[in-house]
């Protein structure tokens, strides 16, 4: 088992490269979910907005 | 059949029937992905045998080469769909192309750095500015220049259409890559797995390099189909099936 | 109303253009000006050990040619893009490629051409020996035509945009990339007496492909920032 981490001696080079790898797809993963999220909450507060105003303007017309 | 096929790439253009299907696809590349991942992973780093040469290090190669491969592959995807997009105005092949590049950027990198602490115990080198390595460092700023110019332009469509001449070219990048081990005398490997005869590499150390490329494939195919939902919600913003995504039409 | 033949169109446009840029000749120096100051920071930087200046000699004036270059491409479009002839030109019954052509020409007479004609002298103040000289001019010659043809391209993409100018750089140093791998390649191995008929050809046939697709890309591209 310690023979498997310390992979010869090339340790360090050996898991940087995975441990990079794993970060740069987990990236790669994450930021279409948090950026799908971040547009669904942008357009719905647009939405709430634009009702709020309607509803304003509706109230005041004669 | 061939009806069939039509009429699907028809629906495809759609955003919002795309927007749904894609939805839908992803975990059926994700899910593969992870298997793949994790049989190439094991074959890689437990079941292969240590070199003979190069010891434990070469290991960094089921990492290295995928990446390498998949940063050529994307951006050939990338300039299609982009050239797909300029001619026929297909808006589908526009997204495509736009989400495709930060995720060649991401592969480019990681091949740049995992080629670097490979390069660093095996030549004593961090960097080199060898033929191959030059071309691929080339890439990345090709795939940024991309980034960029697509984010400076306010007009979506218009943005699109100037990154895929950009993106097209660059294309000449790809095959000096490629051939840059033959043409020059460089630093870097040459061809061991495109020749078309026998590959010098033993099938233990060859299937997970292929299973990891495999791999990494499918992850493209399912955060490319990511990318390009949030991409088709950006660009349709406006329309009504988006807005009644968020909240139920009521009236 | 008679119309231009192709010819006559591009020679009054190349006309134009240079008539415009004698107009402004104070600025054009500016890029020329640069390209000698540049090369002449290094070896007031690296000190004047003369062995290494004649070492990086050939990729100090060809990095500081590609600078130059790039300082100049703005000049291409922009003053047509302002004022809204550069919407005409699109509009005009000619090829716009070769309109864009006529354009790239001007720009390499009034920008590269220049740099060729210094380079002697700069040769001189980097100690680059006498072989190499003949090379660096042939190098020049045929390296900043595909400059200009593919900043061509670069501009015609950002002229839209407010402040193109940064991510012009972007986009068109890693173009530039191959031209000064194999042009100061070219003058190294000259200045060690090799001969250089391999790089030279590269750069010849870059050059060719440069001049019968840049403008291509270019006029695609302006016809998309102006759209």
């Given at each position: 088992m310690k023979e498997f981490f310390a992979m010869g001696g090339y340790a360090f080079y050996v898991w940087m490269s995975y441990g990079i790898a794993l970060v740069v797809l987990i990236a790669n993963l994450v930021s279409p979910l948090m950026q799908r999220r971040k547009l669904l909450a942008d357009i719905a507060r647009r939405q709430r907005r634009q009702r709020r105003a309607e509803s304003r303007t509706g109230s005041r017309t004669p | 059949m061939w009806t069939l096929i039509v009429r699907f790439l028809h629906q495809m253009a759609s955003p919002q029937y795309f927007y749904r299907i894609a939805g839908r696809l992803v975990p059926w590349f994700m899910v593969p992905c992870a298997l793949l991942m994790l049989a190439g992973l094991y074959g890689g780093l437990i079941l292969a045998p240590p070199d003979y040469q190069q010891g434990e290090s070469y290991r960094i190669i089921f990492i290295h080469v995928p990446s390498a491969w998949m940063s050529l592959f994307v951006y050939v995807v990338m300039a299609a769909a982009g050239v797909i997009g300029l001619v026929w105005r297909i808006k589908l092949a526009e997204v495509v192309a736009i989400s495709s590049a930060?995720?060649?950027?991401?592969?480019?990198?990681?091949?740049?750095?995992?080629?670097?602490?490979?390069?660093?115990?095996?030549?004593?080198?961090?960097?080199?500015?060898?033929?191959?390595?030059?071309?691929?460092l080339i890439l990345l700023f090709l795939y940024l220049g991309v980034i960029s110019l697509y984010s400076a332009i306010e007009d979506k469509r218009v943005a699109a259409r100037a990154v895929a001449i950009l993106a097209l070219v660059g294309v000449?990048?790809?095959?000096?890559?490629h051939y840059s081990v033959e043409w020059w005398n460089t630093l870097h490997q040459g061809?061991?797995?495109?020749?078309?005869?026998?590959?010098?590499?033993h099938t233990s150390m060859l299937i997970p390099l292929l299973l990891m490329a495999l791999a990494f494939k499918l992850f493209y195919a399912g955060v490319v189909l990511m990318r390009a939902r949030c991409e088709v919600l950006e660009r349709e913003r406006n329309s009504r099936w988006v807005q009644s995504l968020v909240e139920p039409q009521t009236r | 109303m008679s119309t231009l033949s192709l010819?006559?169109?591009?020679?009054?446009?190349?006309?134009?253009?240079?008539?415009?840029?004698?107009?402004?000749?104070?600025?054009?120096?500016?890029?020329l000006l640069f390209f000698v100051l540049v090369t002449s920071l290094f070896p007031l930087g690296i000190g004047s050990d003369s062995r290494l200046i004649q070492a990086v000699g050939p990729g100090v004036i060809w990095v500081a040619a590609l600078l130059a270059a790039l300082l100049s491409l703005d000049s291409m479009f922009r003053s047509d893009?302002?004022?809204?002839?550069?919407?005409?030109?699109m509009l005009s019954a000619h090829p716009v490629s070769i309109?864009?052509?006529?354009?790239?020409?001007?720009?390499?007479?009034?920008t590269g051409l220049p740099l060729i004609l210094v380079a002697p002298l700069l040769a001189v103040l980097l100690s680059l020996p006498g072989e190499a000289l003949g090379v660096l001019l042939i190098t020049l010659t045929l390296g900043t035509p595909i400059l200009s043809l593919i900043g061509g391209v670069g501009v015609a993409l950002t002229v839209g945009l407010r402040r193109g100018g940064v991510i012009l750089s972007l986009l068109v140093l890693p173009l530039y990339v191959p031209v000064l791998i194999f042009a100061s390649n070219a003058v190294e191995t000259a200045a060690a007496g090799i001969p250089t008929t391999g790089q030279i050809s590269f750069l010849a046939a870059l050059l060719a492909l440069s001049l019968t697709l840049a403008p291509l890309a270019t006029a695609a591209s302006l016809r998309i920032s102006l759209s």
């Open positions: - | 930060p995720i060649g950027a991401s592969f480019t990198f990681l091949a740049l750095v995992t080629g670097s602490l490979w390069g660093k115990p095996m030549w004593g080198a961090w960097w080199v500015w060898d033929a191959r390595l030059t071309s691929e000449v990048n790809i095959p000096i890559i061809a061991t797995i495109a020749k078309f005869d026998k590959p010098s590499m | 010819s006559s169109a591009f020679g009054l446009l190349l006309r134009r253009d240079l008539t415009l840029a004698y107009r402004r000749r104070a600025e054009l120096v500016n890029p893009f302002e004022d809204g002839s550069l919407e005409q030109f309109l864009v052509l006529a354009k790239v020409l001007a720009h390499w007479l009034v």
